[in-house]
């Protein structure tokens, strides 16, 4: 109850309201706000957090439509943390929240639309219908929606399932409200073809730069003084196929940087990393890190496995312009020009892929090792099969064997090394009682909980594998 409650208020407290209706949303609802406004009045739709929709439905409401990036707890981090696959057998977050708001939902004669990254997860008409839910958008929504939603309103059938389609990048409406962590779009999809990915399936599109600024402003505005760019990879923005346009970053974050206060980034490939080092550079020094309120950029990357065999298999495209048997060296180094110029990686590695062996894990052992010295987090998720490689077997905690548990060792280890450091630099610019609060939670998990999880984790692994701490 009480990781409950530290989850609920401090990981993802409830978003600031006014009237009830939310001041902050996530960037994917914003977008479909956006598509709504264009044909609909502006009484006529309303974002609302989940905790507050009931007070929004009245005889008048027809349509909710909820955005949800893992609605089953399907996606890679629920299944290998939670739920009957993962580590912790508990229901996800996720899924318990979203069981919850429908249920909610169900009391009410309203048609309950799905949408978002994970809506894959309701293709299936069994589950949609026990759970009570109309119709799921899959895919991008902006020019879907709005059609769907006024069928909807008159009363006329529409399909169960209904698939997005591609927006072009003009044509990504422009968001009228402030997003939660000051996010914004700059791009859509990838094409670098990973089999076990979903935004491989479309194609890269960079938005014009007059709307992302037009965007920024509007979460400036709201008081998002930080931005944070959004994409597949950052360092793509504009990009000519996999050829970095480094003038084409400097001016967005240059331009960013006279109406916010600070930029940063969701996400960036060590690929781009390794290939233009001068762009990684130029964004240092554009938003001025290391400061005093941001000692860090932080983004999430994949280096998902150490095994050339397995990148050869599943994602040659992801080391282009470099070829598979260089990807450790290319990761290496970039996690070195990441150190160099202040940015901390959050990299994910994949465990589980359906022709992984041995070998291929304990490649991935001896990566971590050399990466021991740049500051960063490695988080091991548990394959997940979607994209391509829809109807393989997915992976579960059933499934490890002593050479996995020697893996997730090497990454708990490395994360409780950079750990404290990392929480002391974030939690700077937080008030002291809540810093000092969570610190100690940090010291506890460092100092009790970790030599209990290294136990574990040894006993698990003890098959003669030399184990590095
Ligand atoms: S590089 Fe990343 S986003 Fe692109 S296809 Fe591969 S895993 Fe997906």
Known sequence: MRIKLFFLNFIYPPVPTENG???????????IEAALLEHFKENEVAVVPPDKIEKFITKETKVVGITSNDPLGLGPASTTFSGSKGFIKEEPY??????ELIEKLKRYDVKIVVGGAGAWQLDDAEVRRKLGIDVVVIGEGEKVVPELFEKIIRGEEVPEVVHGEIV?????????GATIGGIVEIARGCGRGCEFCLPTMRRLRSRPLEHILKEVEVNVRSGNKFITFHSEDVLRYKAEGIRINRRAIVELFEST???AESAGFSHFTLTSVASSPETVADISDIVGVPNKKHRWLAGQTGIETGSVRLIEEYMPGKVKPFKPEEWPDIVEQAFGICEDNSWVPCATLIVGFPKETEEDILKTVELIDRLKQYKSLIVPLFFVPIGRLEGEKGF?????????WELMLSCWNHNMHWLKQLAEDYLAKMPRVSRKFIMKFIDWIINKASSRVVEYMEELGGSGYIISK
């Open 21 to 31: 209706v939310a001041k902050l949303a996530p960037c994917g609802t914003r977008k």
């Open 94 to 99: 996720n899924a318990w929240k979203f069981r």
């Open 168 to 176: 072009e990048p003009e044509e990504i409406p422009i968001i009228k």
């Open 257 to 259: 940087m006279k109406i």
């Open 396 to 404: 579960s905690v059933d499934d490890m064997r002593s050479y996995h």
